[in-house]
């Protein structure tokens, strides 16, 4: 085999590969999509800035490979690729991926919630203790308003009389 025809063979399968990894890293973009909702604005952003760097990626693929030249075969090349991508990994690998770090991610903040029950705990005791002095020490400045009021009534009482 020639020199040129191993190349071109090298530079197709480094295409599918390329399509393959492209895929691969949408799908854990749309792991993140389901595991943090997002809306219309925010998903459009991510979908920009992930489109934008593939095309990173494939000029420098191209221009590594080829010299920057476009070549048809490696277009078709990457769309093999993620053909194949889809039909044997694409749906099982994002089910499957963010099914485990759901429960990856509620398997840690329940044990999170464990560790700070204590703590939790602690400052709702705290404020109840503070309602509670709150309350006696609203009562007891009650109750000393009325005595001071009785005393100055008594004073009052006792001062017109002389």
Not at 112 to 117: A, Y
Request: aromatic share 16%; glycine share 6%; charged share 20%.
């Amino acid at each position: 085999m020639s020199q040129d025809i191993v190349r071109e063979v090298t530079f197709f399968f480094h295409s599918v590969v390329m399509g393959i990894v492209i895929t691969f890293a949408y799908d854990w973009l749309l792991i993140l999509r389901r595991l943090v909702r997002h809306g219309r604005v925010l998903t459009s952003a991510e979908d920009f800035v992930y489109w934008f760097l593939c095309g990173i990626f494939v000029f420098y693929m191209l221009y590594r490979e080829n010299s920057g030249v476009l070549r048809w075969f490696a277009v078709a090349g990457a769309a093999l690729g993620m053909f194949f991508y889809k039909i044997i990994f694409r749906s099982a690998f994002v089910n499957v991926m963010s099914t485990c770090i759901h429960k990856i991610m509620w398997f840690l903040f329940r044990i999170i919630q464990i560790v700070l029950k204590p703590i939790k705990c602690a400052f709702s005791a705290a404020r109840r203790c503070v309602r509670y002095g709150g309350k006696k020490c609203k009562k007891g400045g009650q109750f000393l308003k009325k005595r001071l009021t009785v005393c100055i009534k008594t004073l009052r009482m006792v001062l017109c009389k002389q």
